[in-house]
């Protein structure tokens, strides 16, 4: 999903702000910093490899933001069923949920482990 917000000339995707980080500054990524700043803006939030143990880059997932509500308004996930559907993932991809401060607020996020979702599609975001 496009995030609606111009950034560096462009709208940026959410697929394209996670492979970016996933890559990270070393390979022309985005570092943590760089990442959050577009994520924040669909109330998405992120760490950068090492952060979480036993995790490469991690994409915070709310179980419930009105920014989201929107990007799913036409999906059968538009009340907020994403959640539960990310909790059905593989196991490793998805890690244990844990409180991430997003936009200044503390929110219960379910963290996608993208090294681990990339190995499981076997191809890009």
């Known amino acids: 999903s496009q995030i609606d917000a111009w950034r ?13 980080l996933r890559i990270g500054p070393a390979a022309g990524g985005w570092d943590e ?13 992120c760490f950068e490899r ?16 009105p920014q989201l509500h929107r990007i ?6 538009h009340k907020g069923g994403w959640y539960t559907a990310l909790k059905q993932a ?5 890690l244990p949920a844990k ?9 219960h996020c ?3 482990d993208l090294d681990a979702f990339e190995k499981h599609v076997g191809g890009g975001l």
């Open 50 to 65: 090492g952060k979480i143990p036993n995790a490469g880059a991690v994409l915070a997932v709310p179980a419930s933001a």
């Open 8 to 20: 560096d000339g462009v709208k940026p995707t959410i697929g394209g702000v996670c492979e970016k």
């Open 72 to 77: 799913f308004g036409d999906t059968d996930f």
């Open 110 to 112: 379910l963290l996608i």
């Open 90 to 94: 593989p196991k490793g991809i998805v």
């Open 33 to 45: 910093r760089g990442a959050r700043e577009r994520l924040e803006l669909v109330s998405l939030g």
């Open 99 to 107: 409180k991430v401060k997003i936009n200044g607020s503390t929110t």
